[in-house]
């Protein structure tokens, strides 16, 4: 089992680090082995060394289908208008969104990792307020699957190619056919799970503590049986925010007058509030591990500056030495 630390691969990482033998040194003090990266989009260090890439999270829209499918009435109810949504994805079709998935697929592999993470999931604006889904998670799935054997077709199975859960209509992890139908029919060799323990805990708005998320993580995985072993990762962290969804979702907020871009940076900090990506302080997470026994432990802790990102790490491996790993 190894660790990685998550990180975007933009142009204010050099910023953070004074160089990459920094950056090397910061990751050996926190016990990771390497970087999983991801593209955040605009220029980024060209000469980033392929042995810092363990892991690479690959680009993705968090609402996607109704472009993919052609939707123009969705997409107008959606962005007000076709060009504001041909703007937003940069083009008009669903070639748009496999050629920058294909763009960022290469990026990945010319740094050499050693598998990628792609969301199955589908969400608008309006549906992370409401939690009124528009697309089941069968209609998800069945899009997701078409695009990713479009995105692999010709790709030699020198990765692992993992699919992550979410909490938004498509693959939750909490329903073992659902998880089944999206793993037989991609057509990939090497093809996995990325079990991110702070999604699947905001399927369950009950939870109070990290102990019932802990207790959660495990019925699922119960449930899951034999398709558990797929899990190949893990994104380690925490999310607790049952009450702040009953409190602050069922309706949209008052919209009016505001273009799609703003729209979409508030409600960019509406999801932070649900899904927390906060450093375990409960050592009975030691037992997900111990259970699942996976290649890659990604700490994806929220995380401003490197100071905040080895800090958050910090606790967490902290709780994982109190649990009896070694890290």
């Not at 472009?67 to 208008?81: I, N, P, Q, T, V």
């Amino acid at each position: 089992m190894k660790y990685v630390m998550c990180l975007p691969l933009g142009q204010n990482l050099l910023t953070d680090y004074d160089s990459w033998d920094d950056l090397r040194r910061s990751l050996a003090a926190l016990g990771c082995t390497g970087v999983e990266g991801i593209w955040p989009g605009g220029p980024g260090p060209e000469d980033i060394p392929r042995d810092l890439i363990v892991s690479y999270h690959l680009t993705f829209y968090p609402d996607w289908l109704d472009f993919y499918r052609e939707d123009k009435a969705a997409l107008r109810r959606k962005f007000g208008s076709l060009d504001t949504a041909y703007q937003f994805y940069g083009g008009s079709g669903p070639d748009t969104l496999l050629e920058l998935y294909r763009a960022d697929l290469n990026r990945a592999r010319r740094l050499n990792a050693r598998y990628m993470v792609f969301h199955v999931s589908d969400v608008s604006l309006e549906e992370g307020y409401t939690y009124r889904w528009l697309h089941s998670d069968e209609e998800v799935i069945d899009a997701a699957v078409e695009l990713i054997n479009l995105l692999l077709r010709d790709c030699a199975p020198d990765f692992t190619f993992l699919v992550e859960n979410q909490w938004w209509p498509g693959f939750t992890f909490t329903d073992p056919k659902k998880t089944e139908r999206l793993l037989n029919g991609i057509r990939f060799a090497r093809k996995g799970i990325l079990l991110d323990t702070g999604h699947l805990m905001n399927t369950c708005l009950d939870l109070r503590t990290q102990e019932e998320g802990v207790q959660y993580i495990h019925r699922m995985l119960d449930c899951h049986g034999s398709l558990s072993d797929f899990v190949r990762g893990i994104h380690l962290h925490q999310s607790i925010s049952g009450a702040y969804v009953r409190s602050h979702t069922g309706r949209p907020p008052d919209s009016k007058g505001k273009d799609y871009l703003t729209r979409f940076n508030e409600n960019y900090r509406h999801i932070l509030q649900i899904d927390r990506h906060l450093p375990w302080t409960a050592p009975g997470i030691c037992s997900v591990l111990e259970r699942i026994a996976p290649d890659y432990v990604a700490h994806e802790l929220s995380a401003r500056t490197r100071r905040q990102r080895e800090a958050a790490i910090r606790t967490q491996r902290e709780t994982l030495q109190k649990g009896g790993r070694c890290v």
